[in-house]
């Protein structure tokens, strides 16, 4: 039976960069989810008898959330629901299904890389029919049903068993629980050279790959060691857990730090990576040798020829504003476009659906290509091993190679996480106000050659995005970005990115928080960060 029940609005439900983030507790708060899914609904149109894609990464509340979707989405007009096994689907592989079975959506629960459990984080998005998060006008859309919204629509029926593959009816529609890895796997095997990879494995490469017990491990142990036979071991804390085992599922410097100790030693394995709660993100960590995302980004694009799937080569690269401009240099040397977008991986559909780009990255470790419309952690991680099987080098080789051919790009991000928001905000429109007075200014032996606030024009829908962040550029190449980040679910998040280019190979191996240095003071002084902060040092550097 399809009941309609009676609701107010709960305020706050504006989605961020990548859906709506909240404590969980605010989530199980009684008829919360049910509005804001039901908005969802309401803001979408033509979806009778449609199919829906619906999974989440297995955080705290993710199997209860499941349940009222499914059983919304058939109330409210789907006729088909495919859920990941065990209510489990990396957010990659979401996009992918999305794709592939021509359905309408899908809906995709989590808070990425935010922690988890009883007293941490929870998401929720909705992804578009070409699989990538929805974009502003559609999100702005559900805000605005989300303040008037009066009744929802549920199918009042026992819950599914979620832990069964196969088909059955429920109500007006059916659902569908599917193997969350096969068809993501099956996509990744045309992708990449397997039997190449395979090899390198027998040669005696050594993976440890964390997947932080969190969405990516049921992949991991499929295609790293049943499928390319890395040895049993390879994947660490593999399985799912509601909590992430009490791991911080960011896979960065500061919450991977073991990977990275581990890949200094003299011993070390070749490649040690990682992914994020929801598999979107990715780490990566040869011996001896840290790639930075941004690095990263531009290494896999200048070597994306050697995979199969990319073997015609690049329309374009993407990348987001504050990611750093080493991509740009390949661009220039490949003779493709290079885009510089806002933060936000929906801001790359357009080009990737228009044929405009291949690759794109962010610096907050995500990139990913034209065969999903979201950033994909596994995806990165394989075609970094198929680039190792085919050049036969170490990672720490190609790195120091391409720095010597296109020339390094040294660059820090530093996160005040959980500021008080008015700080934040005061800060950031006080650097908004003063940008007039900023061109020209010398602060030692450094001068200010521009400074702006981003704004970006989609050159495929026309739409313009501005406020985007605050960009200082320098007449020695150094720049500073300032902006606040919406994935966080307390307070506010400041990042600042700090970067400056070193065509010198021989100037090229100083430590980053050295070539950086007086960028780095001067990133506070500009600001202000201390005085409308109270902060004296970052949360985490990466």
């Known amino acids: ?166 088909s059955l009816r429920l109500g007006p529609g059916a659902v569908e629980i599917i193997d969350p890895v096969a068809d993501y796997a099956q996509l990744m095997q045309q992708l990449f050279d397997f039997d190449r990879i395979a090899g390198l494995f027998k040669s005696g490469f050594r993976l440890r790959f964390d997947a932080m017990s969190a969405v990516t491990g049921p992949y991991a142990a499929r295609i790293f060691q049943d499928l390319l036979g890395a040895p049993a071991g390879s994947v660490l804390n593999a399985k799912p857990l509601p909590d992430f085992g009490g791991h911080h599922p960011d896979p960065n410097l500061v919450h991977a730090r073991h990977l990275y100790d581990l890949a200094m030693t003299a011993d070390g394995p070749d490649l040690c990576a990682a992914s994020d709660g929801d598999g979107d993100r990715n780490l990566i960590i040869g011996r001896g040798r840290f790639v930075t995302p941004s690095d990263s980004l531009a290494i896999l694009a200048a070597n994306a020829h050697l995979a199969p799937g990319y073997a015609g080569g690049l329309k374009g690269i ?17 003779g493709v476009p290079l885009f510089e977008t806002p933060t936000g991986w929906k801001f790359f559909g357009n080009l990737l659906d228009a044929g405009l780009a291949t690759i794109c990255g962010e610096e907050s470790a995500g990139t990913g290509s034209d065969h999903v419309r979201e950033k994909d952690g596994l995806w990165a991680i394989l075609l970094w091993l198929n680039i190792l099987a085919v050049r036969g080098e170490s990672i720490d080789a190609i790195v120091t190679k391409h720095w010597a051919d296109y020339g390094r790009n040294f660059y820090a991000r530093y996160d005040y996480e959980e500021v008080e928001a008015d700080g934040a905000n005061a800060l950031i429109k006080a650097l908004r106000d003063g940008l007039p007075g900023l061109k020209g200014k010398h602060y030692g032996a450094l001068r200010i050659d521009a400074a702006d606030d981003f704004a970006y024009h989609d050159p495929v829908d026309g739409s313009d995005s501005t406020h985007q962040g605050i960009r200082i550029h320098f007449e020695d190449g150094g720049r500073i970005v300032y902006r606040l980040s919406g994935t966080g679910t307390a307070g506010a998040t400041l990042r600042v990115y700090i970067e400056r280019f070193e065509p010198d190979p021989a100037r090229q191996h100083q430590d980053t928080a050295t070539a950086l240095g007086d960028l780095i003071g001067l990133s506070n002084e500009i600001a202000g960060i201390a005085k409308f902060t109270g902060r004296t040092a970052p949360s985490v550097i990466t």
């Open 1 to 166: 039976m399809i009941e309609t029940i009676a609701t107010t609005p709960f305020e706050g439900q504006r989605p961020g960069t990548s859906g709506l983030r909240k404590k969980t507790p605010v989530f199980q708060t009684p008829g919360y989810l049910e509005n804001f899914v039901q908005s969802i609904f309401d803001s979408l149109e033509g979806f009778e008898g449609a199919t829906l894609v619906l999974g989440g990464d297995g955080r705290f509340f993710n199997r209860e959330a499941i349940q009222v979707v499914l059983k919304m989405a058939l109330a409210n007009g789907f006729g088909k629901i495919l859920v990941g096994r065990g209510g489990i689907l990396s957010t990659p592989a979401a996009s992918h299904l999305i794709r592939k079975f021509s359905a309408f959506g899908g809906v995709v629960l989590s808070a990425s890389h935010n922690p988890g459990g009883p007293h941490g984080d929870f998401g929720i998005k909705y992804n578009s029919a070409n699989g990538g998060p929805a974009p502003e006008k559609v999100t702005e859309a559900i805000f605005e049903r989300t303040k008037a919204i009066s009744r929802y629509r549920i199918l009042q029926t026992a819950d599914v068993d979620l832990d069964r593959t196969g």
């Open 318 to 334: 993407a990348r987001s504003m504050p990611t750093s401009r080493a991509a740009d240099k390949v661009a220039e040397k490949l």
